[in-house]
Structure formats: C-alpha cells, structure tokens
C-alpha cells in the first residue's frame, strides 16, 4: 500500500512539472510520507523541466543516495542552462563513469556551444563509445555549420545510421548548399521521412518550388509533416492557392496543418479568409488564435482582434503579448495596461511592449515606471526607454539613461549607439560624441551601417565635417541614409557647393536618392544661393525619380527664390504647394520678408500662417518685428494684442552647453535650477561689463 501511494505521489509530481506548475508539485513532494529515489528523480526532472537549474542542484545537494540517472539529470541541467563548467566540474565527481549516456550529455553540450576541442578530448577519453556519442560529435559539427569538420568526423565513423546522414543532410540545407544536400541525399542508403522532409524544405527555401513538388510526389510514403512542410513552403514562396490546393487535398490534417493555412491568409492579408477557416477548425490551438489575433493587430483591426482574445480560456503568453502590443500600437494604453495588469506570468517582452508603448503615446514618466519596477532589465528594456526618450525630445535623458545602462554592466548594441548618438547630435555635444565614438570602436560596432549614420549625422550637427566625412569614407558600402546624412551635413553647414557635388557623386555611383537626399540638396542649394541647380533638381525630382514633392521641398524653393530676393517666384512656389503640412513653406517666406522688408508679401505669408499654426506665438512675434522695423507702430502693437486674442502660449527659452563631459541644460523661469544665486550673479556682471565696454 505504502509503495502504491509512492508510486501515486511520483506520478501526480510528474504532472504537475510537466505542465508548468512546478511550486504545486514541490509542495506534493515536501508533503510525502515516505520518499524512494524515483521521487528525488522526479523532482528534479520537474526543474529540469522548467529551466530551474538552482533548486535542481540544490535538491541534488540534499540527496542521501544518488543513481546514475540523478547526476544525468543534474548535469543536463547545467547544460542546457549553458553552465558548462559547473556541469564538467559535476561530471568530474560522478563516482561511477561507465554510463555512456553520461558522456553523451556532456559532449553534446560542448559540441553544441561549439567547443569542439574540448568536446573532441572527452570522446576520445571515452572508455566505450555508441552510436549517439558519434552523433553527438557530428551534431555539433553540423548545428555550427562547421560542414568541413563534419564531413571529416563523417567519413571516419566505423558505424552510421540514418540519423548520421539526416544530420549531414540538414548541414547542408541549413548552409543553403543544395547541390551539396542533393547529392548526399542520394548516397542515403534507405532515406527515411526525416531525410525527405529535409531536402524538401531545403529546396523550399532556396525557392525551388517545382523540383520540391516533383520530390513530394515521388515521395514512397507521405505522413501528417511532410503534407505540412510542402504547404508552409508554398506559404513561404507566395504561393497560397497551392498551398490551399494541397491543403483540400491532405488526407488527415493535424492542428499544424490548420494554423499553417490559417497563418498563411493572414501573411497576405485575407483575414476574412483566415477567420473561416478558424471557425471551421475542428480543435482550435493558441498558436492558430494567435496568428488570427496577430492578423487583426496588423490591420489595425484592435475591436475584433480584442474579441477573439476574450475569447479564448486558456491563453500562453504570446497570445498575451500579441495583444497588449496590438493595444499599445494605436496607443490605447490603459486597455494594455489592464491586460498587463491581469497577466499572472510577464516575460521580457510583455515589459518592453509596455515600455514602447508608453513612449509611443508620449507618456514617458509612465514608461519610466514600468521600467523601474521591471526586475530583470534587458538590452531591448533599455533600448525602448533610450528609444522613447530620443522620440519624446528628452535628449538629455536618452544619454543619462545610455550611462546608466553601461554602468549595470550591459553593453550597448547598435541600436543603443544609434540613439546615443543622435541625442548627442540634436544637443550638438560633441566631446560626448566622440566618447561614444570610442566606445563604439571597442565595442566592434564600427562596421554597422546604422551606427556609422548617427555617427556621421552627430559630427555634421556639430559642424565637424572633416570627421563626418572620415567616417563616410569608413563605410564599406554606403547606404542611401548615410548619403542623406553626409550630404544634409555640407547643407546644414553652409557647404553648398560640397553638397551638390556629394549628390552628383551619389548619383553616378548608382545609388536611388530619395526625398530625404532632395531636402538635403534643395537645402544646399539655397544656402549657396545656386538658384538654377535647385530648380533643375527640384523638376528631376518628378520627371527622373517620380519622388513627390512634399512640403519639406516646396519650403526648401520658397528659401532658396526669397534668398535671392524672388518673391514673387516664391510666393507663387507656396501658393502652388500641394500639400496638407505647408506652415514651414510660409513660414520661411515670412521670414525672408523681414530680411527684405517686404510688407505686402509678409502681410499675406502671416495671415496663411495664422490660419495654420493659430497658437504658435513665433509667427505673431515676427509679424510685429517686421512692422516694427519699418516703423508701422500701429500694426506692429496689432500683431501683439494678437497673440494674447489666440490663445497662443510661448514656450520657454531653452539653451544648453557641455563643460567637462556634462550637458548643463537651462530654462527661462527655472527656479529649480542648481546654484541659481550664482547664475544669476554672474549673468549681471556679464551684462553690466558689456554695458560699459559698449559705452566706452
């Protein structure tokens, strides 16, 4: 009877782990009358089970007596938690190393990591090797793409089986080498369907579509996964009327089956299509709900994507995530936030989804909550908050924030240099940015295209050209951005001419510019006053490169004509302007009209503006300056009683400098600011010093 509730115990132990709820099973352990060492085992299989390699080790630890299986289970734990020194250090105390499957495990984890040395010793000290300890040296080699090693090891094993050669086989297709695979496959001497599945995905993927059918129909017998490899292959090449057409054809279909077809219309689009189909589902799965949910997510379809979700009772933590995403996406943060809220078990990504999702809905002192009660912070947790940050304007934050992710000891990625740098550029900090410069050298991210942009927008910002250009020239193969970026740099710096030829240049090396790369010249154009080359670019726009001219290139024209005192061709450019966004366009013929004192066009530029941009008190402000100027008091004080009648607010002057690797910012009105006393004391003599210089 004792021995039967035993067995019962270790039974109902096993359940439990095997199905995620580890805490109940160890609770029904500790609760035991009498334990035997399959109960011992059991548990810690559960951890083993559930990732939970510490209380695996630390019941190992507990454990009076202990079999060949316990120190198996112990080791593969430290194994697949990728411990593998703990794990040899375990493996060097086992009393009794005759258990083959001992060595198999350990080889295994060091082939599998790629640590062929030391996984090559360990089998050659094996006192007697099998199939599988063969095969675990060969899996290694072949998982690592190490194709040459592996045809070596290959060619001297005394015995192979079929798993020998499908593990070959699968190298080769892995490396997308399919005369390679195809030749091997037809040395297999029985191919099983493991081997026919294979080389029939490899093709697949490498877009042999018609040899991969031909194969399919010559196949000797077909089971559930080879039907559903040919139609997640005819999914994958675009396909879907012969994946259906299969699909109609298959003789039992599984849930894989389903969710593949029901993933496929959703790929393309056809969530009508989609939904049929899982309304026809005999046993709906999560995966198929999920991909379903995904669909309507993707075409912004939240209502009834938050439909099927409710829907559904028991739900994984993708389908969760797949949601609060969906939520966050169109910034309907609180429903995401009450998901969250609900949620029992959150993974990295259901807290970084958060994250970006507040930044997005330019909510950030919210995002910066859930970040600082997230426990167990990644490198895309501090990306999404740099990340939100650099979008929300809060430049100074992002690079706070990229120091503090270094000091935890996480290393940025390119991503993160990417965002660093660009806060640098807009705050124009440039001996911080050539900090990170540094820090991107030794951290080997000089070769990403992305960070050499930011690197190259960063010291154009800050007017160093000479160090924009170097770093252009670094980049093996330039990509459109990086053009953008070098050409909006000459611009930016009054370098006209520089800039034209970079894009004369960009154009012979056969690199499609875009409207970002028009914006960049049109803008050097009209600093360097080449009326005639911003015309002609401005029509080549259209007529070469069929790229629609936005209100960022009108706004360059109206510049560039007002520049050179052509009011009226500038006028006329921004009455033309067919787009919504034109304020800017307005906005730099106003400002032109001040410069040239053009009271009629300045008059007609500030009502257009007054009509766009009602509660922007520059516009009003310049509109009495100009007035002013010319002496047209009365119109001048109109314009002011303006400003209060809109409702308009000013924003608060903002400068900012770099001393000593620091950005200090300063606001107008900020009583909060450190050593204000002192500030201001020095900011009056200043004032009082200029005085006097100017009177002498």
Known sequence: MTQKNTVTYNSMISVYAKNGRVHDARNLFDGMPQRNLVSWNTMIAGYLHNDQTEEAYRLFERMCKRNRHTWTLVITCFIRSGQLERARKLFDLVPDKQDVVLWNAMIAGYAKKGKFEEAKLLFNEMPVKNLVSWNSMLAGYTKNQEMRLALQFFDEMVDRDIVSWNLMLDGFVQLGVMDSAWDFFRRIPDPNVVSWVTILCGLMQNGRVLEARGLFDKMPSRNTISWNAMIAGYINNCQMDQA??????????????WTTVINGYVRIGNLDKARNLLEEMPLKNIAAQTAMIHGYVESQRIDEAGQLFHQIETRDLVCWNTMIAGYAQVGRMHEALDLFNQMSKKDAVTWNTMIAGYAQARQMESAVAIFMEMKEKNIVSWNSLITGFLQNNLYLDALKSFVCMCKTGIKPDHSTFACGLSAGAHLAAVQMGKQLHQLVIKSGCVGDVSVCNSLIAMYSKCGHMMSAQFVFESVNNPDVISWNSLITGYAWNGHGNEAVALFEQMLQEGVTPDEVTFIGVLSACSHGGLIDQGAKYFRKMTELFAIKHLSEHYSCMVDLFSRAGKFEEAFQIASDAKTKENAGLWGALLGACRKHQNLR???????????????????????????????????AEKARISIMGSGAEKQAGCSWIELENQVHVF?????????LQEIYTTLNSLAAKTFVTCMA
Request: avoid cysteine.
């Open 244 to 257: 259906m057409s299969l699909f109609m054809e298959m003789p039992g279909r599984d849930s894989v089956s």
């Open 601 to 635: 066009l300045a008059k007609l530029a500030a009502e257009k503006l007054s009509e766009l941009e009602s509660d922007k008190t520059s516009n009003y402000v310049l509109t009495s300056n100009i007035n002013a100027e010319v002496g047209n008091w009365d119109e």
């Open 667 to 675: 606001r107008s009105n900020d009583q909060a600011l450190p050593k």
